[in-house]
C-alpha cells in the first residue's frame, strides 16, 4: 500500500504564492507518475500538474506559467509551487500517484485565494 499526506495549504490573498507537498510513503516501486489536482465543490476533480518518470511535466491551460510541479524522489516527496495566485485558484488539492495500474490519493489540502 501507498500512503500520501498533503501539506501546505491555506489563505492567501490574489497574487500571492503557496507551496503545496506531498509524501509518499509505504511500498513504493521504482519511480511512478505523480499529479495534483483539484477539486471546486460541486464540480469533479480535475488535473492540474503531472510529472512522469522521467521528469518531464504537464500543466492544465489555466495553471501553465504559474505553477509549477516538482519532485525529490530520494526523499518521496512532491510539491507544487503556486505563484501569482487567483480566486478561481480555490480548491481542495489532491495527490495522486500511480503504481501498477493503481490510483492512490491523498487526504487534500485545502487553498483559498481571496479577492
Known amino acids: 500500500q501507498v500512503q500520501l499526506v498533503e501539506s501546505g495549504g491555506g489563505l492567501v490573498q490574489a497574487g500571492g504564492s503557496l507551496r503545496l507537498s506531498c509524501a509518499a510513503s509505504?511500498?513504493?516501486?521504482?519511480?511512478?507518475?505523480m499529479g495534483w489536482y483539484r477539486q471546486h465543490p460541486g464540480k469533479q476533480r480535475e488535473l492540474v500538474a503531472v510529472?512522469?518518470?522521467?521528469?518531464?511535466?504537464n500543466y492544465a491551460d489555466s495553471v501553465k506559467g504559474r505553477f509549477t510541479i516538482s519532485r525529490d524522489s530520494a526523499k518521496n516527496m512532491m510539491y507544487l509551487q503556486m505563484d501569482s495566485l487567483r480566486p478561481e485558484d480555490t480548491a481542495a488539492y489532491y495527490c495522486?500517484?500511480?503504481?501498477?495500474?493503481?490510483?492512490?490519493w491523498g487526504q487534500g489540502t485545502q487553498v483559498t485565494v481571496s479577492s
Open positions: 510529472i512522469n518518470p522521467d521528469g518531464t511535466t
Open positions: 495522486n500517484l500511480w503504481q501498477r495500474l493503481t490510483a492512490y
Open positions: 509505504g511500498s513504493i516501486f521504482g519511480l511512478n507518475i
